[in-house]
């Protein structure tokens, strides 16, 4: 099976992260950038299967040089190759206009199945899957905390709020993937130094077809007017239970009207 | 003035979910809001007197296996057809798992921006969004198309105007491209009487320091004398004490509730992600220096296994 991976280089969540003063745009440069958590569980569930069933699997990421490291770190877990898109006109762009040049190069890839994280941890917008699926026309199994491969018959389960639903389609497919589905191998020395040896290929738009005008801050459909830092929290009253701390919680919910 | 449609959000077992309320309430303020109900047959008739209640002045409803039987792409086909025959003002969804993912098709159906994890829309289109967990606040726009937006539970007080709307019928015609992702089963979870983790107005949150998925019992009865849900931190999650539905952090739920309680949780920013936004904040924590109490409005450092038990028994004495 032929299996593309959606990696995004992300922000660190651990640590302080901002949006740009002069363009509105994530804070990369002095950030510590890191791959997507959910992304590496979508990685293992990708080896899981090639292990099982073999194939090959390419991880795909569109973003700008220094994705390279997550590139190299996503290899390092065993994939086989990588494909970068890699244009400064790409700055800027919005998630309709990103799903527009992921489509494309993965139009490029002949992926029987497409596997990436159900979100990313910067914009936890979660939109993604369903609208590359919407684009090449295929079916998309979002959210599985369990997916099971049977020939060309995928088979997820998907947490919903009430409980799970079964959901089952032929390749080709896009599945996304929550952190509950496996639990991701770490890179091992020989996998690492294999890495810097894998081919990563790079993509432009020209590559694509896809127009400078169409992505970046000229194709967007929708705009960041202002940002504003939220002032943190303080903390309050703090108190050391002497015997009388639940009592004393319950009056504070109480004078909060909680109780 | 003109149509705003709002997505209507439910469950069978609890009917209108609240965050769909909101999202009536707030299309009030923006036209005239209808209701659109896509679900298994009947829903719409189940569902028209809530939906009238807070103001909601149509309903269009596409119903049946059709729609309900696979995953979302032919709500997104019909909701793409109603939107270009009615020209709204705005579509309102629910920020959740199911309203991100119909917002997303209808974005690349009709060629339009969208946001997500909306806490409020002015009359211009200008949303105002929170990000990273909370840390930032963002405000901005549509730039093509109409505001298509996903508004988030908990960010606007339902009240209700009533109305009483008609239910028109749509025709529903969904394509084979639709129907490649089908749903075989429905499996519902125990879940009990609470209410749902991010609608609710009170949640009770436990961490590594539960110590046991037995102990977690303490957290259930201090959420139900509060009329609360549970919740739990990843490390509670991932140490197998309760079910990954109700993590709240950054890998989980994300919950903005008037009262959060957090029972032996450090607060780790994974946590706080899912949290920090909550009205007011209460801890007990063994550990004094846990960075939880730099959020709590109120904090207990202590055991919480006598902690809570004298809480309890303190809020019964008070009903």
Redesign the interface.
Known sequence: MNIVVLVKQVPDSGADRNLRNDDNTVDRGSANNVINEMDEYAIEEALKIKEAHGGEVTILTMGPDRATESIRKALSMGPDKAVHVLDDALHGSCAVATSKVLAAALGQLNADLVICGAESTDGRVQVMPHMIAERLGVAALTGARKLTVDGATLTVERQTEEGYEVVTASTPAVVSVWDTINEPRYPSFKGIMAAKKKPVQTFSLADLGVAPTEVGFDGATSAVVEHTKRPPRSGGAKITDEGEGGVKLVEFLATEKFV | MSEVLVVVEA???FGVKKVTLEMLTLARELGTPSAVVLGGAGAAEALSAKLGEYGAEKIYAAEGDEIDGY???PK?TVLAELVKRVQPSAVLLAS???G??I???L???L???????VVGLAADG?ATQ????????????????LPLVTVRPNSVTPSPAAASPAIEQLTVSVTD?DK??????????Q?GSRP???EAG?VVSGGRGVGNADNFKLVEELADL?GGAVGASRAAVDSGFYP??FQVG??GK?VSP??YVALGISGA??HR?GM?TSK???A?NKD?EAPI???????????LF??????????RK?K
């Open positions: 469950t069978k077992e995953l979302v792409a997104a959740a798992q199911e991100k993912e917002a997303a098709r974005a690349v159906k060629d339009n921006g969208i946001l997500t994890d200008t929170v990000a990273f967990a909370g840390s930032t606040i963002v405000k901005s726009k549509v730039t093509k198309g491209t490649l992702a089908k749903v075989v089963e429905r499996v519902a979870e879940k749902e983790l991010t009170v509060l990954h539905q950054q890998t994300t008037q009262l920013i994974q992600a920090q007011t904040i209460v007990v004094g109490f730099e959020l709590a409005d109120f904090g207990v450092v202590g055991d006598k902690i809570v038990p004298q809480a309890a028994e303190e809020i008070r």
